[in-house]
C-alpha cells in the first residue's frame, strides 16, 4: 500500500480562513519535508521537520512520530496561498517518499 | 547561494530518440536525485547518488539511466524515449535530511 498519503485531496478556502493539511505515513520516518509547489511547478520548502512543531509566518509544521504523522496548519489564507502542499518522507535508505499532494485554492 | 539548476528546462523528444537531461547544484553535497511527476501526482524516485561515478536505482528505473561525472553535476538518459515518459523532471540535491530541488525540467515525447 502506499507509504504516505496526505489529506484532503483538494480544499478551497475563502480567504482568511483556515487549512489544516494531513500527512499520514506508514512506514518508519527518517526526516519529514514540507514543499509547496507553485502553479507554475517548481517547489519551494516549507519546512524542515522530522519531529516536534516549527512555526514561519502563518504557516506551521507539527509532525508527531509515535502517531506516523505530521500536518501542515495555513492560518488566515490569502489568495497567493493556492497551489499544491506536497510533504516527503525521508526513509532510512537514504530514500524520499512523497505524497500526492493536497491543492488548496483561496477564493477572493 | 547554493542552487540546484536543470537544462533544459523544456524539451520534446520524439519517440525512440535519446534524450539527456542535465543537473547542476553548487550545494557541495553529496546526495543528489532525479524525480518524475506525472500531472495531479506527487514525485516519484527514479535514479540517485551519493559519490561521484556511483549511481542508485530508486523505485522507478526501467528506462533510465543516470550518470554522476562529479559531486556537482547527476544526468538522467533516456535511451529510448517512450510516450510514458512525458512528465516534468525534477533533480534535486541533499544534506541532512533536506532536500533542494531545481526548477524542473518538461519532457513532451511525441
Known amino acids: 500500500g502506499q507509504q504516505v498519503q496526505q489529506s484532503p485531496a483538494s480544499l478551497v478556502l475563502q480567504e482568511g480562513e483556515n487549512a489544516e493539511l494531513q500527512c499520514n505515513f506508514s512506514?518508519?520516518?527518517?526526516?519529514m519535508q514540507w514543499f509547496y509547489q507553485r502553479p507554475g511547478g517548481s517547489l519551494v520548502s516549507l519546512f524542515y521537520?522530522?519531529?516536534g512543531t516549527k512555526h514561519s509566518g502563518r504557516l506551521t509544521s507539527t509532525t508527531v512520530i509515535k502517531e506516523r504523522r505530521s500536518s501542515l496548519h495555513i492560518s488566515s489564507s490569502q489568495t497567493t496561498d493556492s497551489g499544491t502542499y506536497l510533504c516527503?518522507?525521508?526513509?532510512?535508505?537514504?530514500?524520499?517518499?512523497f505524497g500526492a499532494g493536497t491543492r488548496l485554492k483561496v477564493i477572493a | 547561494e547554493a542552487a540546484v539548476t536543470q537544462s533544459p528546462r523544456s524539451k520534446v523528444a520524439v519517440t525512440g530518440g535519446k534524450v539527456t537531461l542535465s543537473c547542476h547544484q553548487t550545494?557541495?553535497?553529496?546526495?543528489m536525485y532525479w524525480y518524475r511527476q506525472d500531472t495531479g501526482h506527487g514525485l516519484r524516485l527514479i535514479h540517485y547518488?551519493?559519490?561521484?561515478?556511483?549511481?542508485e536505482k530508486g523505485d522507478i528505473p526501467d528506462g533510465y539511466k543516470a550518470s554522476r561525472p562529479s559531486q556537482e553535476n547527476f544526468s538522467l538518459i533516456l535511451e529510448l524515449a517512450s510516450l510514458s515518459q512525458t512528465a516534468v523532471y525534477f533533480c534535486?540535491?541533499?544534506?541532512?535530511?533536506?532536500?533542494?530541488f531545481g526548477p524542473g525540467t518538461r519532457l513532451t515525447v511525441l
Open positions: 534535486a540535491s541533499k544534506t541532512g535530511g533536506e532536500q533542494y
Open positions: 512506514t518508519s520516518l527518517n526526516s
Open positions: 521537520n522530522p519531529s
Open positions: 516527503a518522507l525521508g526513509t532510512g535508505n537514504y530514500k524520499y517518499v
Open positions: 550545494n557541495n553535497h553529496d546526495y
Open positions: 547518488s551519493y559519490v561521484a561515478d556511483s549511481t
